[in-house]
């Protein structure tokens, strides 16, 4: 037992030095770190947001409005599908009760006559073929039940669509809160319909919020000018049409506008939109451009529409309402309204990170100012050193020699986990730091467990080697029942906990391995060199 | 001659006072369960959704201002709490508010958008409070902390912490009988549920905040009174294969007594640690800290008096050289 061969003491040393390699670079500057040459370790432990400072944002997605609006625009195009404008080929096919149950899903018509209800299912097939998922798939389902046709989205794109709403949704976000690409932010989705963001550092949560929760949808409209505003409000308003108020930007005095609800052009064909100075007055402005097909619809309209008004709206506002006085033909813009330097860059930045496919829920905020953080890390260091130094000088006040082997354990200990963490870039948290001081403290156990062991063999009269290699042996499946609980409870942690809790599962579950590790490998090591040495007639415990 | 906490051949005889151990569980497990029911536990926002904000100042900060002028934007229940900074220098309150709940506009809201307004109303909730705060004390007061949380995580973290900790009792209900015997893992799991249920109380007697960190510390002493009670039954095991013949009881007493120095030894480090926590750990540990010295206490306790003793009630298979039907005591 006490015995180690020269291969099995270098694996034991080795494993440690290792650990030290890769604990090493936490204890170096940054700048100190890429000056290292390549092929050394330069991994260093993350801090948690809770210790360097940062948002955490927990956001829903509305996955299920974005089916709403696919299945919304199903219904729209079952009507022109039954009512062919210009009937080439086709001929009308009488319906009543299109409707669309959000509750079920299923959007349904029903056919006047019936004589109509296979063209009519046949059309509703053609309309709906073609999988996003691939070939031989249908996103759609169509169904004849009786006079009614019905269609239902199946459960394989409706979580295609619901994954990709997510997706698109993680792309917009970064690219707003991140545009040159270079800060460290955490954007990952997070179960079916959440994202996680993490941002380090920044100290305006509030503005982040801002900047994340609008949707950012850009529409170019035509003034209706033939509804009065009045009309329109008390809720005369005849189909097609929409009012619309201006934002606060634009000064709160304008009355809304009535408009016409489709766009003449989305944000989706604005290729580029950046602030500048107005030159001709104060303020700000938005330069923007338009990609070809945007261009050529915006010189269209422009051309032909010479003397009219039309407004610029930005999530359900309008942003600016210039009178066109001549066609617009170079593809190009400005959008000039009373916009503080801010707005104008937060707006820009809003149009060229294009609109979010639904809006987004904030579900939860944790933000930790960087003063607070830097506080944690000093007193979690403090309890830290402090505990060590507690349960080292007890350990050799308790088990002399033997405790000295303890406490080298605990110290190579330390450098296990400090290794491991930055081996696997784990984060280390406030509850992560608490995980390492109570390991500090559990750690010990299985030295404890093997010693008293040896105590008592020695009671009983054993000789000091033969006493220490039964204690080992004896001590091993206690060693193991034990920790394998605790081992098991921070798995558990683990699976169900969120991010400060997962941190202190992390340093638990790391601390027990190397904590068992250190006990019966590298105090065995040290034990059995002195003991098979000097070979002691006693030994004192 | 080094330091023995328990002096060698310690004979105390455990199971004889196992009496008197069970009326102070039973009274504290009673005092806990009426505890929780009357006072029930301080859930923090984790589990109860709403908002909390530290704010710091350079200034002294006037706590009776501070919740007149929040209690002036009606958002329900609102506490203030004066904190100590870890360096000192500054001032610093702790805002909590509770839950906001969107006002109920035509009738005509679903369930999900009620939802989705009730979430809205945290976050307005939120930005009103700094709002007021930087009006109250100026623009150069620091948000040290700022956690919202709003119904839908809330109610789902009340639902994770629960599983987590049943879940793990079950995990080593399960582990404890592969490894020992049915009556081992019963007796095992009796002495963490007891932990638990005690632990609870506490926080329910002191009105310490019970949030995400406390179910940590709960997993955490549910693992440390198992390991407790793991190293006894080992022993326990041992002796039964030793002792063929002995009185269960006179066995069970030499096993905890063996034991009692290693037990004794181990929580004391772990208690060493835990108290460097509480003390220099700051503030935020606290909680987390407290709970955890009292679990490694009540899991030392438990897993001698109650963990123990419970193998009398239901009896061990005494040969474990081969298969063999439980005999009772």
């Known amino acids: ?541 | 001659m080094y330091l023995k906490l328990i002096p060698d051949n310690t004979n105390v005889q455990f199971t004889k006072l196992r009496f008197g151990a069970m009326a102070l569980s039973a009274v504290l497990i009673v005092g806990s369960i009426i505890a929780l029911f009357t006072h029930g536990l301080n859930f923090g926002i984790d589990f109860r959704g709403g908002v909390t904000i530290e704010v710091a100042d350079s200034e002294p900060i006037d706590t009776g201002a501070v919740q007149g002028a929040i209690a002036n934007l009606n958002l329900g229940d609102v506490k203030v709490q004066e904190i100590q900074d870890f360096a000192g220098t500054d001032e610093a309150v702790i805002v909590f508010i509770e839950q906001q709940e969107a006002p109920a506009a035509d009738g005509s809201e679903t369930a999900e958008s009620v939802a989705d307004a009730n979430e809205d109303a945290q976050q307005q909730a939120a930005a009103l409070v700094q709002d007021a705060l930087r009006t109250l004390l100026g623009d150069d007061i620091e948000f040290r902390k700022i956690d919202v949380v709003g119904p839908t995580v809330s109610g789902e973290l009340v639902q994770k912490g629960a599983i987590a900790v049943v879940l793990a009792i079950g995990m080593m209900l399960i582990y404890i009988w592969f490894r020992f015997e049915w009556q081992f893992s019963v007796g095992a799991i009796t002495a963490l549920v007891h932990d638990v249920i005690i632990t609870l109380g506490l926080f329910a007697v002191t009105s310490l905040e019970f949030n995400l960190a406390i179910i940590a510390a709960l997993l955490t002493i549910v693992g440390y009174s198992m390991n407790d009670t793991v190293v006894v039954y080992d022993r326990v095991r041992e002796n039964l294969r030793k002792y063929k013949k002995k009185q269960l009881s006179e066995l069970l007493d030499l096993s905890i007594n063996e034991t009692l120095s290693r037990t004794i030894m181990t929580s004391v480090t772990t208690l060493l640690a835990l108290i460097a926590l509480a003390i220099f750990g700051g503030v935020v540990l606290r909680g987390f800290t407290l709970a955890m010295i009292w679990g490694v206490v009540i899991g030392t306790y438990s897993s001698i008096f109650v963990a123990s003793p419970f193998l009398l009630a239901t009896g061990v298979k005494r040969d474990w050289s081969k298969q063999s039907v439980a005999v009772t005591p």
């Open chain 1, 1 to 541: 037992m006490l015995q180690f061969s020269k291969f099995q003491t270098a694996a034991i040393l080795g494993l440690i030095l290792l650990a030290a390699l890769f604990g090493a670079p936490n204890l170096l500057s940054e700048s100190a770190r890429n000056n290292l040459p390549g092929f050394v370790p330069k991994g260093t432990i993350n801090l948690g947001l809770d210790l360097q400072g940062g948002s955490y944002l927990l956001l829903g997605v509305d996955t299920d409005k974005v089916i709403d609006d696919r299945m919304k625009g199903l219904m729209v195009d079952l009507r022109r599908e039954m009512r062919p404008v210009s009937a080439i080929g086709k001929e009308r096919i009488r319906f009543d009760n299109l409707v669309y149950n959000d509750d079920s899903g299923v959007v349904s018509l029903r056919i006047a006559n019936e004589a109509d209800i296979d063209a009519a299912a046949d059309r509703a097939r053609d309309l709906t073929r073609g999988g996003a998922l691939g070939l031989g798939q249908r996103n759609y389902i169509v169904s004849v039940n009786g006079p009614a046709i019905n269609v239902t989205i199946t459960a394989e794109a409706r979580r295609f669509f619901s994954n990709e709403a997510v997706r698109d949704s993680i792309e917009v976000i970064r690219r707003r809160i991140d545009p040159a690409g270079n800060k460290e932010v955490a954007i990952q989705p997070q179960g079916e319909n959440r994202i996680v963001v993490q941002v380090p550092g920044d100290d305006d949560p509030e503005a982040l919020k801002a900047l994340i929760n609008r949707t950012g949808q850009l529409t170019f409209h035509a003034h209706d000018p033939s509804v009065s505003v009045q009309d329109a409000a008390a809720g005369l308003i005849p189909p097609g049409r929409i009012l619309v108020p201006f934002s606060e930007s634009e000064g709160a005095g304008q009355l809304p506008l009535v408009l016409e609800e489709d766009p003449i052009i989305t944000g989706a064909m604005v290729q580029t939109a950046s602030a500048a100075p107005n030159p001709d007055g104060a303020g700000f402005q938005i330069n923007f451009a338009f990609d070809s097909s945007g261009a050529r619809r915006f010189a269209d309209y422009t051309r032909n529409n010479i003397g009219s008004i039309f407004a610029i709206v930005l999530d359900d506002q309008i942003i600016s309402a210039p009178t066109i006085q001549s066609a617009i033909t170079q593809g190009s813009g400005r959008i000039t309204g009373n916009f503080t330097a801010m707005e104008a860059a937060e707006t820009s930045l809003l149009i060229r990170s294009g609109a979010l496919p639904a809006e987004l829920k904030t579900l939860e905020q944790r933000s930790v100012g960087p003063e607070l953080g830097a506080d944690s890390i000093e007193a979690g260091a403090k309890a830290l050193i402090i505990g060590f130094i507690g349960v080292i000088i007890y350990m050799v006040v308790s088990y002399g020699r033997f405790g000295v082997y303890a406490d080298f354990a605990l110290i190579a200990n330390i450098i296990l986990i400090a290794g491991a963490l930055s081996l696997f870039g784990s984060t280390l948290t406030l509850p992560g730091i608490a995980g390492i001081v109570l390991t500090i403290g559990m750690a010990v156990d299985a030295n404890v467990l093997i010693f008293e062991r040896i105590r008592e063999e020695l009671l009983n009269g054993k000789s000091p080697i033969n006493a220490a290699e039964i204690g080992y042996d004896k001590a091993r499946s206690a060693i193991i029942d034990a920790n394998i609980t605790t081992f098991l409870a921070a798995i558990i942690m683990f699976q169900l906990g969120a991010g400060p809790v997962r941190g202190f599962a992390i340093t638990l579950a790391v601390g027990v391995v190397t904590s068992v590790f250190t006990a019966y490998f590298l105090t065995r090591l040290f034990a059995g060199g002195f003991l098979l040495a000097k070979r002691p007639k006693e030994l004192k415990l």
